[in-house]
């Protein structure tokens, strides 16, 4: 239905302004997002309301913002399960995007662009509005093919593989405008997750064999370690458009680990949070990563990706135009440029 | 199933569900004993002003129970799986004319051996109709199916070989018992008394008796019951769901969505068939007129009605929709405009249907909050 | 085979004839989903208010056959004036009472189309149960000739007597024919530039293309639904009255199958398309006409059903694609 590209509008347009629509960008992320003009680390934040119009959990809004802010448990064990996709030692590639370019029509939304993400390594993608960090993460998982050029996982090129399998290679994925399943609760969207790897059909779960009844306890104990990681284990029967905006932003999160996949991208999770979300986010990230995980983080706030990332791809309008370690990147003047020449109005 | 819902669907519904379910186990399956045997009972009971006057009651609670199966089968397809499907009748007739034709117009074949091939017809076509068509988006499919329901009716006018516009009579009945008689209750006298003349034959499929029939469905509803109520509490009913909710996000959380769609359609044609499979062996006689479209958007009124996505808010709405006409047949002229009021001014009052699926009751409270909130910012 | 080929020229008429009127009626429905996302199962009741319409005007002022050009040159445009006005008003009414109130409660789509289902058997229930109505009221005397046989078909009189006015491939073409294809053409020229040109058809593009922002910038969102529902109901009015001046007969259940023929149209050449519907009505009607040439005319309608299926299946957003606003990946 909706072009997971263009996230910033509302999608759908039978429903009109304002619908109390968890699935449609609650927060707008067309509202001024900072352009993290590259600043030294540790600058004043730019000011803003975070997402306040338009809200539509609307309690956010009007409630003492501590009400939401859930606090994580760190200290669950979330790794990852087996998965039946051969290990990669630390270090090593894992994913590689090699020379894609991609078109619509006469569009050039990815040129020639070429990165790798190593095992247990965060890597960030960052890039102004418009610089093709979605429309990279699509043709990652699946949503696009590429003109030219390849994805490679594991050594092994994606090809024509469906999202749904690429899914359970291992590449998992959250959405910049969230995107659970609105009217099912935060256990049962984590769930789906966790059934990425399961094969219960109609006949297992009809007549309750062994292998539904394993599925179903093993698939529950994981889901409610994630939502208890997350700290959402007390909302675990909420239906998810009823949850907090914070709160639904961890539940993709926990949905998207709940595949078990070796390589978490994570799509502006930030998006509308005030600064003292974000650093906890951040935190939240390096969490995972030290769980077992690796992780590709796009955000077009600088400054955010800096603290917590290995290593930066910076895309602008379709192509490469820097990577390496969060210091060169402050300090490439291609990168500065880019970020510069944009202003306010072209950037949202 | 429950006439007290009918009755009062509003104030009765969550606390008398809450209530019910805070019993001990054991008077739990007493109550629903109970029920069952009420059910049972309900064509002999002759309770006044329930019963039907001009048409025999056997019958019409055949015919209820009929839509409630369609409506369940239904409901796998639009409640669960988020399908629009406006040509859900050309299963059921596929299922009908499956029986018709195999054990009637074309071979002998016993009625056991009928029942499932028809139910197997019916997912074949669905599986037929879903592979190439669950691609295309929702709102499409709803007219796609609309014209499958057209291709099978007119197929079945003008194909001779499947009897053409005059059908196919002479269909057998079930293999009988005969095994006791059941008494029917006689209200004439203004208060019950246990009228031994007029029974019903345990179990003894005839031509005049619809009891039986009505009996045999009631089964076939417990157990299709019991498939949606396991089916849904799993891996595949959560994978209905996504699909439904979000089917982009649902792929990309590893459903493939396509196979659950398909399944969907396929479970729901395999139940329309059952149905029609049912529906043929009671009348004995079917053809392609017993199979307009109208039948379609009835049965699809029946799941919205009664509220998609909860089985028993469907059954409710297949009860609505197929019992009220029968009650009120005096004024069955109007019933069609009455019916089409209803439905305009339930789509206006009460869109989640008489019974919406419990969360959406609480998602709905949440939505109203919303809606003051944005009222209160828009007058700023 | 040899009867197609020895009548590809009378077919061709007829079903460029019938296409025309699908294409007409189709425009109701690729506006309506253009603005709202949402198929107007009640249009094709729309459509049959507005062949009834055409009727009783006809009765009213005594057409019959054999006429002098004056009278009927007067007949037929006050049957289009009481067609396209009668169907129009009765659009309006039907988005007034099924539509807004639930969009006014942001009611899905699935809740539209079964108020739109509930709308439709009311409309084509007043029209069966006309007889009772008026006798209800007491008119029965006065309107017998209107109300009679509500369940059957009520015909009109022939007052353009079909002449051939060329010959193509051994058919006749006559002036009914080269009116309806003709008048179809020009009103869809005329609708087109509206859309195109005029500040209404700008809000309806603007509308179609992202609600959200119309608002934004002033538009009127219920003003251009309305306006949307008015030009699709008149466009089916006019369709009604070709219907009536080409067939002649109608019935308060006519509608519904040529609804589900014109959503074909529409589908086929592209829904949201108002130069599709065109397109799409036309290869409806001739396809209808050769198919069922080739495989017996008891299943025409088969073979539009089934072209639809496989238009969706290879070519989803039909033959024109989705314009009006933008297509929905």
């Excluded at chain 1, 429309?135 to 469906?162: D, H, I």
């Excluded at chain 1, 094969?199 to 009809?206: D, E, R």
Aim: aromatic share 8%; proline share 5%; charged share 20%.
């Amino acid at each position: 239905m909706s072009d997971p590209t263009r996230p910033t509008r509302g999608d759908d347009p039978t429903t009109p302004t304002g619908t109390p629509d968890a699935t449609s960008a609650p927060h707008p992320t067309s509202a001024p997002d900072p352009v993290g003009v590259p600043e030294p680390v540790g600058a004043a934040e730019p000011t803003r309301a975070p997402g306040i119009q338009g809200d539509p959990a609307g309690e956010s809004a009007l409630f003492d913002p501590a009400d939401e802010v859930t606090e994580i448990n760190p200290d669950v064990d979330i790794a990852p399960e087996d998965i039946g996709v051969p290990e990669v030692a630390e270090g090593e590639k894992l994913l590689e995007v090699d020379a894609v370019t991609l078109r619509f029509g006469g569009v050039v939304a990815l040129n020639e662009v070429s990165f790798h993400i190593n095992k247990g390594e965060i890597l960030g993608l960052i890039g102004p509005n418009g610089a093709g960090k979605t429309t990279c993460f699509n043709v990652m998982t699946g949503v696009y093919q590429p003109t030219s050029g390849a994805v490679r996982y594991l050594s092994e090129p994606l090809g024509k593989r469906k999202k749904f399998q690429i899914t359970k290679l291992g590449i998992a994925r959250t959405f910049q405008n969230i995107r659970l399943f609105a009217n099912m609760t935060a256990l049962e969207n984590v769930l789906v997750g966790v059934d990425a790897h399961h094969t219960t059909g109609v006949v297992s779960a009809m007549f309750r064999l062994p292998k539904h009844r394993n599925e179903e306890s093993q698939g529950y104990a994981r889901a409610m370690e994630l939502l208890t990681f997350m700290g959402l284990d007390g909302k675990a029967d909420e239906l998810a458009r009823n949850l907090p905006y914070g709160d639904q932003r961890r539940l993709e999160i926990a949905r998207a680990l709940a595949t078990s996949p070796k390589l978490l991208c994570l799509d502006e999770p930030a998006a509308g949070f005030n600064p003292a979300e974000k650093a906890k986010l951040m935190e939240l990230i390096r969490t995972i990563r030290d769980q077992g995980y690796t992780v590709l983080l796009i955000e077009h706030d600088m400054k955010l990706v800096m603290g917590v990332t290995d290593r930066i791809v910076v895309l602008e309008f379709g192509r490469k135009i820097a990577e390496g370690s969060p210091a060169e990147i402050r300090d490439n003047p291609a990168v500065i440029a880019a970020y510069l020449g944009v202003d306010e109005e072209d950037a949202s | 199933m429950s006439t007290a819902a009918t009755a009062r669907p509003q104030d009765s519904g969550p606390g008398f569900r809450e209530r019910v379910d805070n019993l001990p186990t054991a008077a739990k399956i007493l109550l629903w004993a109970l029920f069952a045997v009420f059910l049972f009972l309900l064509p002999l009971l002759n309770i006044p002003f329930i019963t039907t006057e001009g048409s025999d009651f056997g019958g019409v609670l055949f015919t209820v129970a009929t839509y409630v199966l369609v409506a369940l089968g239904l409901n796998i397809v639009v409640g669960y799986a988020g399908l629009l499907d406006l040509g859900y009748v050309g299963f059921y007739a596929i299922g009908a004319y499956t029986v018709g034709v195999l054990s009637a117009e074309h071979g002998k074949l016993s009625w056991v051996v009928v029942v499932p091939l028809a139910i197997v017809a019916a997912m074949i076509s669905g599986v037929i109709l879903g592979a190439p068509t669950l691609r295309v988006r929702g709102d499409y499919l709803a007219i796609v199916t609309l014209g499958f329901g057209e291709i099978v009716r007119l197929t079945l006018v003008n194909l001779e070989y499947l009897g053409g516009a005059q059908g196919i009579s002479n269909i057998p009945k079930p293999p009988g018992l005969e095994l006791f008689e059941v008494p029917s209750i006689d209200w004439s006298s203004g208060a019950p008394v246990v009228d031994l003349d007029t029974t019903s034959t345990f179990l003894k499929f005839g031509i005049n008796d619809f009891v039986p029939y009505y009996w045999l469905a009631l089964v076939v509803i417990g157990l299709v019951l019991l498939f949606d109520i396991l089916v849904k509490d799993s891996r595949v009913g959560r994978a209905w769901e996504a699909t439904r909710e979000d089917e982009d996000a649902a792929e990309l959380m590893g459903v493939p969505t396509f196979r659950f769609k398909l399944l969907a359609f396929a479970l729901g044609a395999a139940i329309g068939g059952l149905s029609g499979a049912l529906f043929a062996t009671k009348s004995g006689f079917i053809n392609p007129q017993s199979f307009e479209l109208l039948l379609s958007i009835l049965f699809l009124a029946a799941v919205v009605v009664g509220g998609a996505g909860n089985r028993w808010g469907v059954i409710v709405g297949a009860i609505v929709v197929s019992y009220f006409p029968e009650r009120f047949r005096e004024f069955a002229d109007f019933r069609v405009l009455v019916f089409g009021l209803a439905l305009m001014l339930l789509a206006i009052f009460r869109p989640q249907g008489l019974l919406p699926p419990r969360r959406t009751v609480r998602a709905k409270r949440a939505d109203d909050r919303q809606a003051v909130l944005e009222e209160g910012e828009a007058s700023v | 085979m040899q009867f197609l080929i020895d009548n590809f020229a009378a077919l061709t008429v007829t079903g460029l004839t019938l296409g025309a009127i699908y294409a007409l009626v189709a425009l109701g429905y690729t506006l309506v989903y253009g603005v709202l996302r949402l198929i107007n199962f009640a249009h094709s009741e729309v459509f049959m208010y507005g062949t009834f319409a055409a009727l009783w005007v006809v009765m009213l002022l005594g057409g019959r056959p054999g006429a002098g050009v004056g009278p009927v040159v007067f007949w037929v445009a006050m049957m289009f004036v009481a067609a396209m006005a009668v169907s129009g008003l009765i659009a309006v009414l039907l988005e007034r009472v099924a539509y807004r109130p639930l969009r006014k409660r942001n009611a899905p789509p699935l809740i539209a189309l079964i108020s739109a289902i509930g709308a439709s058997f009311v409309l084509a229930e007043i029209m069966g149960l006309r007889s009772r109505i008026v006798a209800w009221v007491g008119l029965e005397e006065n309107l017998r000739d209107y109300v009679r046989n509500s369940r059957n078909n009520a015909g009109m009189p022939t007052i353009i007597s079909p002449q051939p006015i060329f010959t193509v491939g051994g058919y006749n073409v006559t002036n009914v024919d080269i009116f309806v294809i003709i008048g179809a053409i020009v009103l869809m020229v005329v609708l087109d530039q509206f859309v195109k040109r005029s500040r209404l058809g700008r809000g309806i593009r603007a509308v179609a293309m992202d609600p959200e922002a119309a608002a934004l910038m002033g538009v009127n969102r219920d003003r251009v639904i309305q306006v949307t529902f008015l030009v699709g109901g008149v466009m089916a009015g006019a369709a009604a009255a070709f219907y009536m001046l080409k067939i002649g007969i109608t019935r308060y259940d006519a509608g519904f199958i040529l609804g589900v023929k014109a959503f074909t149209a529409a589908v086929l050449g592209g829904i949201g398309n108002l130069r599709g519907a065109l397109v799409g009505g036309f290869v409806l009607g001739l396809a209808e006409n050769y198919g069922s040439a080739l495989v017996g005319s008891q299943w025409k309608d088969v073979v539009a059903f089934v072209l639809l299926i496989l238009i969706l299946l290879f070519r989803p957003t039909g033959l024109l694609g989705e314009s009006l606003g933008k297509a929905r990946a």
